[in-house]
T-cell receptor, first 115, second 115 residues
Framework: DSGVTQTPKHLITATGQRVTLRCSPR?????VYWYQQSLDQGLQFLIQ???????AKGNILERFSAQQFPDLHSELNLSSLELGDSALYFC??????????????FGEGSRLTVL | AQSVTQPDIHITVSEGASLELRCNYS??????LFWYVQSPGQGLQLLLK??????LVQGIKGFEAEFKRSQSSFNLRKPSVHWSDAAEYFC?????????????FGTGTQLKVEL
């Protein structure tokens, strides 16, 4: 158990809909990262938050947004869903804001299926 | 931009045999290098990391990796594979700056262990 909690574990929805994925980082970790894992794209970095502020941005679509709340949990919002958004979405956390501060601890992921 | 290549998509080894998973990276300076393992239905777990210093690094579960700058490689090894090592293995690279974290993952190598 990494200490990172993601909900829901599975989600099935229709095209055009909007969903919210939630992540609670390990106790004491200030950084939260979102990754998307799909068969055709592999593991892609989406976005990072550090102590409530956006810290780094990767291949995140404009239809997607994220935030980190004062209690440090984070939410990833996916809107106007398309079939290609079906993927496993991972949240990870770390103590600091850069990789030179240590490893990332990954949650078990939220599997999104868009029909 | 940094990139990671894992040339082997699938590898099958017999239990007790030695294992080497290949990883080549592309990055201008000395990168931070990682190996993660993903068991079925689980998130990613860090096996080991290289930041600097000794080029042979030891990790968990009996794994080790060697950083070879001349070959831009960071291959993962284990002298004797156990059936429980069957999983997907990801090599990852990150810039050596502290400005955020954008781990770039390889496409992964699926390891199958024959009993």
């Amino acid at each position: 158990d990494s200490g990172v909690t993601q909900t829901p574990k599975h989600l099935i929805t229709a095209t055009g809909q909007r969903v919210t994925l939630r992540c609670s980082p390990r106790s004491g970790d200030l950084s939260v990262y979102w990754y998307q894992q799909s068969l055709d794209q592999g593991l892609q970095f989406l976005i990072q938050y550090y102590n409530g502020e956006e810290r780094a941005k990767g291949n995140i679509l404009e239809r997607f947004s994220a935030q980190q709340f004062p209690d440090l949990h984070s939410e990833l919002n996916l809107s106007s869903l398309e079939l290609g958004d079906s993927a496993l979405y991972f949240c990870a956390s770390s103590v600091g804001q850069g990789t030179n501060t240590g490893e990332l601890f990954f949650g078990e992921g939220s599997r999104l299926t868009v029909l | 931009a940094q990139s990671v290549t894992q040339p082997d998509i699938h590898i099958t080894v017999s239990e007790g045999a030695s294992l080497e998973l290949r990883c080549n990276y592309s990055y201008g300076a000395t990168p931070y290098l990682f190996w993660y393992v993903q068991s079925p239905g689980q998130g990613l777990q860090l096996l080991l990391k290289y930041f600097s210093g000794d080029t042979l690094v030891q990790g968990i579960k009996g794994f080790e990796a060697e950083f070879k700058r001349s070959q831009s490689s960071f291959n993962l090894r284990k002298p004797s594979v156990h059936w429980s090592d069957a999983a997907e293995y990801f090599c990852a690279v990150a810039p050596d700056t502290g400005g955020g974290n954008k781990l770039t993952f390889g496409t992964g190598t699926q390891l199958k262990v024959e009993l």
